[in-house]
């Protein structure tokens, strides 16, 4: 009975996805299940700001062995998903998707992540798990009210998560059936049902996805521009680089992403989002940009890391600096013996009007709840959002 008065909810509040977008610059925000369970400062979704974005990918579900899906968090979706959670700080009378829907906002379940994609390869090489994934999937449209599926295998043929060679050409073979799903879930319900993917910045990682092939299922691709440079690296360089600054790899940088696929992959600008962080690195033992350091920052920054309101909480306890080649801020402090590689509103303003001189579809950020401040601001987003509603 639950299950079918929050269809009901759902229902009523549904509005085809991408329509409401309508010569706006997409902006994509993922809002993670399991915030609640690490964060004293939480953005429910009854105080997302909706007014500034066009799309919620909703992080994460991911492949059981068998092909099916599940909640990365099935607590968290049940109070975000349904329109419960007493004594959480979550409650809402409605549930995510409906609250998105009656702000003319679509929302994507996006299935995988970082963490959760070690049964991607097994469940890809095999018709009936590809046919049973996408089955799920379709079933999770319905049960919930999503507006489509973000495909987030992080990364095909990447050994550490069970990559086999075979996983690229797998991989579309895997986008297609479920383009072929949704279509038809799509003609059937009178409504287009959206597939994107969030992809890697690194060509060779692209490379092994069979971008080219890949390409042509999607809706859009999301391109994950940032993690360029972190405490996996030898030495201290920026998370996510406009341009390659001073001793920077001009490949690894956002813009060398965009051309990376609109260059050599030859995907149309309008079909790329660009990625901005809303989290910031930090390197221990190292006070300037290219120094060896340590390892990241557990003290000053514990549980959550370094999201943007915790860095701008602490900013008092830094010297300031911006990177003018790579066009990126960063952070040092003697006393802490610390640097910090972060995006601030100038930085995430100007990779929007990036997207505007490229004539690129939009932004994708992760995640929606890093900018949110104790006093109910978003200034990340906001910067985003007065470039963005300047153009038109």
């Known amino acids: 009975m639950r299950h079918a008065l929050v269809m009901l909810m759902i229902t009523a509040t549904a509005s085809l996805p991408l329509e409401a977008q309508h010569g706006r610059h997409e902006v994509v925000g993922y809002y993670p299940s399991w915030k609640w369970r690490t964060d004293s400062h939480l953005l429910t979704p009854a105080e997302i700001p909706f007014g500034m974005l066009t799309m919620i990918n909703y992080a994460f579900f991911y492949p059981l062995p068998d092909g099916t899906i599940a909640g990365r968090d099935t607590a968290g979706d049940a109070m975000i998903l349904f329109p419960r959670g007493e004594g959480t700080g979550m409650t809402s009378p409605l549930p995510l998707t409906a609250l998105a829907h009656r702000n003319g906002v ?24 590809r046919g049973r994934f996408a089955h799920s999937c379709a079933g999770a449209i319905r049960e919930f009210g999503f507006d489509g599926i973000d495909i987030d295998w992080e990364f095909p043929g990447f050994a550490e998560h069970n990559g086999t060679p075979s996983d690229g050409k797998n991989y579309v073979r895997l986008l297609g059936i479920l383009r072929d799903t949704l279509d038809n879930m799509g003609n059937r319900g009178g409504r287009h049902l959206v597939l994107t993917a969030a992809l890697p910045s690194d060509r060779d990682q692209a490379l092994a996805m069979e971008i080219r092939d890949a390409a042509p299922l999607l809706d859009f691709l999301n391109i994950m521009t940032y993690d360029f440079y972190g405490t996996w690296d030898a030495q201290a360089y920026h998370n996510a ?22 260059g050599a992959f030859g995907v149309p600008a309008s079909r ?27 003290v000053h920054f514990p549980a959550g890391g370094a999201l943007y309101y915790a860095i701008a909480a602490q900013m008092k306890n830094f010297t300031q600096h911006r990177d003018d080649r ?67």
């Open 106 to 129: 679509s929302v994507l379940l996006s299935i995988g992540g970082w963490e959760d994609s070690n049964n991607f390869p097994a469940v890809a090489a095999d018709s009936v798990r």
């Open 241 to 262: 680089p406009l341009y390659a600054g001073p001793g920077g790899d001009s490949a690894r940088c956002l813009d060398g992403a965009f051309r990376l696929y609109n």
């Open 326 to 392: 790579a066009r990126v801020p960063y952070l040092t402090s003697t006393d802490w013996n610390m640097l910090v590689s972060y995006d601030d509103e100038q930085s995430v303003g100007e990779k929007a009007r990036y997207v505007l001189r490229k004539g690129a579809r939009g932004l994708i950020v992760w995640e929606i709840t890093g900018d949110y401040m104790p006093d109910g601001s978003h200034p990340l987003l906001e910067a985003i959002d007065r470039v963005f509603h300047a153009s038109h």
């Open 272 to 298: 790329i989002n660009l990625g901005v962080p809303f989290y910031g690195h930090t390197f221990t033992g190292c006070t300037e940009l290219g120094g060896a350091h340590g390892a990241a920052d557990t």
